[in-house]
């Protein structure tokens, strides 16, 4: 947080928001109280707060370890690589000085005050008023995606609504997760009341109604208010939007981004100026998708080969999900999805079972789970083999593993069901929950100095 409190000035877009959104390629502007005057200055400055997302330390590159490769999905076995940053990511084994760790609590702390600058300053613009509300409605989705991944990564954050100077950055203290959620939570609500249900193409990756909708049930599931999350669901199904693709491997292909499977996705240009990927799961570096992940599919499931290696070029070997030709400038053009139809359907059917199973082939739960399964090229399962609540909870919880297998879900749903230290005892891994969450970096506990309103999370 040190790295980005002091950034009063926000990190602008070179283009509008009427031209090419995915060109976010930043620069920095010395004098921000002169900036934020016209509609085109706030255009750039919400670009900006998208543009965290594409970074190394997010999206771009670390999210594979911190959410994967911290799973069981994927493995990290070579201590000596990086003085064993991701080795101990992967093992549980992270002090408070982890780099990674570090990096990922700045930049998320980075978009949370590009988006406060933002809120703070619009409200007094003097251009026309839907604009200025879907720009702020953008900006607060963006800032509860942010505090979502803090507060899921760290437990108890600062919860900063507003700018602060530099001098204010010592007095900030560890908030309680229930703050941290009732503020993603209002975010969410007024994001979705003025945000559209679409974009023309030069606009296709800004959040929408039904990315708000999303995102929103997302953290009602995680808290385990059923009721709430399923009224967000079916918002977005009634928006009649969004649906599967035909086939699950056309949702990845990089010549068909932002499809009608996609709700929200973290978008990048191959070969131009700083928006092309450095692919994620760069096997180069040693991650692999772990023999667990890849034993727990059907040799019939269509999804199988897309968490296979393909090779890029050279010894370079990603999955088939986030396989392109590498740019001149060796980056890929894929799109990180963030929340996708596929997803909304299994919350679905598990919010569903949770508020009471029906045991019926032909219930909405069901109905749920196996569409996602038969897309897959698998039989529905049915009430013989789900015959009560555990079953079905189990088999929702596979069933979002194989689907959404390398997207960083599994490391939240694995917490999110209580699950992570059973799953890990179980492959002769030994888990203390304190290590369910990271540690605070040391650096922002030295800044604070003082362990009763900042403390550092226990075992680190």
Same mark, same amino acid.
């Given at each position: 947080m040190k790295n980005i409190i002091i950034i009063i000035a926000v990190f602008l877009v070179t283009t509008s928001c009427s031209e090419d959104f995915i060109n976010l390629t930043p620069f920095s502007q010395a004098?921000?109280?002169?900036?934020?005057?016209?509609?085109?200055?706030?255009?750039?400055?919400?670009?900006?707060?998208?543009?965290?997302?594409?970074?190394?330390?997010?999206?771009?590159?670390?999210?594979?370890?911190?959410?994967?490769?911290?799973?069981?999905?994927?493995?990290?076995?070579?201590?000596?690589?990086? %003085?064993?940053?991701?080795?101990?990511?992967?093992?549980?084994?992270?002090?408070?000085?982890?780099?990674? %760790?570090?990096?990922a609590y700045d930049a998320l702390y980075d978009g949370v005050n590009r988006c406060? $600058?933002?809120?703070?300053?619009?409200?007094?613009?003097?251009?026309?008023?839907?604009?200025?509300?879907?720009?702020?409605?953008?900006?607060q989705f963006l800032r509860a995606l942010y505090y979502?991944?803090?507060?899921?990564?760290?437990g108890n954050v600062p919860l900063i609504t507003t700018e602060l100077l530099p001098s204010e950055t010592s007095n900030v203290k560890r908030d309680p997760i229930t703050e941290i959620y009732t503020q993603i939570e209002t975010d969410l609500k007024v994001a979705s009341s003025f945000l559209p249900i679409s974009y023309s193409q030069d606009n296709l990756g800004r959040a929408t109604q039904?990315?708000? +909708?999303?995102?929103?049930?997302?953290? +009602?599931?995680?808290?385990?208010?059923?009721?709430?999350?399923?009224?967000?669901?079916?918002?977005?199904?009634?928006?009649?939007? +969004?649906?599967?693709?035909?086939?699950?491997?056309?949702?990845?292909?990089?010549?068909?981004?932002?499809?009608?499977? $996609?709700?929200?996705?973290?978008?990048?240009?191959?070969?131009?100026?700083?928006?092309?990927?450095?692919?994620?799961?760069?096997?180069?570096?040693?991650?692999?998708?772990?023999?667990?992940?890849?034993n727990a599919y059907d040799l019939l499931d269509?999804?199988?080969?897309?968490?296979?290696?393909?090779?890029?070029?050279?010894?370079?070997?990603?999955?088939?999900?986030?396989?392109?030709?590498?740019?001149?400038?060796?980056?890929?053009?894929?799109?990180?999805? %963030?929340?996708?139809?596929?997803? $909304?359907?299994?919350?679905?059917?598990?919010?569903?079972?949770?508020?009471?199973? %029906?045991?019926?082939?032909?219930?909405p739960a069901f109905q749920s789970l196996n569409t996602v399964r038969e897309r897959a090229g698998l039989l529905p399962l049915t009430t013989i083999e789900l015959a009560d609540?555990?079953?079905?909870r189990t088999a929702v919880l596979k069933e979002r593993r194989l689907e959404l297998a390398l997207e960083f879900h599994r490391w939240y749903d694995l917490k999110r069901t209580n699950t992570a230290i059973s799953t890990f005892a179980a492959l002769g891994t030994t888990v203390p929950e304190c290590r369910l969450i990271y540690p605070i970096p040391q650096d922002e506990i030295d800044i604070v100095a003082d362990l009763v309103r900042f403390p550092q999370n226990d075992c680190y």
């Amino acid at each position: 947080m040190k790295n980005i409190i002091i950034i009063i000035a926000v990190f602008l877009v070179t283009t509008s928001c009427s031209e090419d959104f995915i060109n976010l390629t930043p620069f920095s502007q010395a004098n921000a109280d002169d900036f934020y005057k016209t509609a085109n200055d706030f255009e750039n400055a919400v670009n900006a707060a998208y543009d965290v997302l594409q970074d190394g330390r997010l999206y771009g590159d670390r999210f594979e370890f911190l959410l994967e490769v911290r799973s069981d999905n994927g493995e990290f076995n070579d201590p000596a690589s990086n %003085v064993g940053v991701p080795f101990n990511i992967d093992k549980f084994q992270v002090r408070a000085d982890n780099s990674w %760790v570090e990096g990922a609590y700045d930049a998320l702390y980075d978009g949370v005050n590009r988006c406060n $600058i933002v809120l703070g300053r619009i409200e007094n613009a003097d251009f026309d008023a839907a604009l200025a509300n879907r720009l702020k409605g953008e900006t607060q989705f963006l800032r509860a995606l942010y505090y979502f991944h803090l507060v899921q990564l760290y437990g108890n954050v600062p919860l900063i609504t507003t700018e602060l100077l530099p001098s204010e950055t010592s007095n900030v203290k560890r908030d309680p997760i229930t703050e941290i959620y009732t503020q993603i939570e209002t975010d969410l609500k007024v994001a979705s009341s003025f945000l559209p249900i679409s974009y023309s193409q030069d606009n296709l990756g800004r959040a929408t109604q039904g990315a708000a +909708y999303g995102l929103l049930a997302k953290v +009602y599931l995680t808290q385990n208010k059923f009721s709430l999350a399923k009224i967000e669901l079916e918002k977005v199904i009634n928006l009649n939007t +969004y649906s599967l693709l035909p086939s699950v491997s056309a949702v990845f292909s990089p010549s068909n981004e932002m499809n009608a499977e $996609i709700l929200f996705a973290v978008r990048y240009k191959k070969g131009e100026g700083g928006e092309g990927l450095s692919l994620t799961f760069n096997y180069t570096q040693n991650p692999t998708v772990s023999t667990d992940l890849i034993n727990a599919y059907d040799l019939l499931d269509e999804r199988l080969p897309l968490a296979q290696y393909v090779t890029v070029s050279g010894d370079l070997r990603v999955p088939q999900k986030y396989f392109d030709v590498l740019s001149t400038s060796n980056n890929v053009g894929n799109d990180i999805i %963030v929340l996708r139809y596929a997803d $909304i359907l299994l919350m679905y059917a598990e919010v569903l079972n949770e508020e009471g199973y %029906v045991a019926a082939d032909d219930s909405p739960a069901f109905q749920s789970l196996n569409t996602v399964r038969e897309r897959a090229g698998l039989l529905p399962l049915t009430t013989i083999e789900l015959a009560d609540q555990t079953t079905f909870r189990t088999a929702v919880l596979k069933e979002r593993r194989l689907e959404l297998a390398l997207e960083f879900h599994r490391w939240y749903d694995l917490k999110r069901t209580n699950t992570a230290i059973s799953t890990f005892a179980a492959l002769g891994t030994t888990v203390p929950e304190c290590r369910l969450i990271y540690p605070i970096p040391q650096d922002e506990i030295d800044i604070v100095a003082d362990l009763v309103r900042f403390p550092q999370n226990d075992c680190y």
